[in-house]
């Protein structure tokens, strides 16, 4: 059974760093390119970013570039997202979720969620 | 980045109604269209991928269509479990976007 776990999620200041973690099991976790999708309190999906399956490509959305980093160890199956110079508006529940194919294709289509760790940013 | 607009963002519906939404794309992104439902404290679940593929395990009453720009989702005989949060998302060209949520409350 697929399973994705997150954690680090807490409240932080504005201005503060954070680093969030997704433990992978039940799957071949360096087959596969692995996202981050947050979603703020009350609202929509908004994905963050990608890491492809050997780390060697990653992406993220404009309103997170240059301050946060996804990065991963396949050796340990889990998925990390550094987060710095944190805003108000990072607020929300963070989801690692699993791309659907494996290999080199990035799908952008997401088959496997874990349940979310909530950050807080806030003074 | 390519907009996603849901029609329309909630409707009431009563258990064994036929519910249909919509998901219209700012440019074509062929049938690069994904949908997802997604219950109250629970992360969001794949239903269906190419507009109408159906993901495994969902049941048939669930159905997508659509290509260009016009998506639809359709639940032929919504039953209670049904009752959430849908959403599309394009995954045509980066990054992929997604709509703003479709609510289904029971009437």
């Known amino acids: 059974e697929v399973q994705l776990v997150e954690s680090g999620g807490v409240v932080v200041q504005p201005g503060g760093s954070l680093r969030l973690s997704c433990a992978a099991s039940?799957?071949?976790?360096?087959?596969?390119?692995m996202h981050w999708v947050r979603q703020a309190p009350g609202k929509g999906l908004e994905w963050v970013s990608l890491?492809?399956?050997?780390?060697?490509?990653?992406y993220y959305a404009d309103s997170v570039k240059g301050r946060f980093t996804i990065s991963r160890d396949n050796s340990k199956n889990s998925l990390y997202l550094q987060m710095n110079s944190l805003r108000t508006e990072d607020t929300a529940l963070y989801y690692c979720?699993?791309?659907?194919?494996?290999?080199?294709?990035?799908?952008?289509?997401?088959?496997?969620w874990g349940q979310g760790t909530l950050v807080t940013v806030s003074s | 980045a390519i907009r996603m607009t849901q029609s329309p963002s909630s409707l009431s519906a009563s258990t064994g109604d036929r519910v249909t939404i919509t998901c219209r794309a700012s440019?074509?992104?062929?049938?690069?269209l994904a949908w997802y439902q997604q219950k109250p404290g629970k992360a969001p679940k794949l239903l269906i991928y190419?507009?109408?593929t159906l993901q495994s395990g969902v049941p048939s009453r669930f159905s997508g269509s659509g290509s260009g720009t016009d998506f639809t989702l359709t639940i032929s005989c919504l039953q209670s479990e049904d009752f959430a949060t849908y959403y599309c998302?394009?995954?045509?060209?980066?990054?992929?976007?997604f709509g703003q949520g479709t609510k289904v409350e029971i009437k």
């Open positions: 190419a507009a109408s």
């Open positions: 890491i492809s399956w050997d780390g060697g490509s990653t």
């Open positions: 998302q394009q995954y045509y060209s980066y990054p992929g976007t």
């Open positions: 039940g799957f071949t976790f360096d087959d596969y390119t």
């Open positions: 979720a699993k791309d659907m194919v494996q290999g080199v294709i990035i799908t952008w289509r997401f088959d496997y």
């Open positions: 440019q074509g992104i062929s049938s690069y």
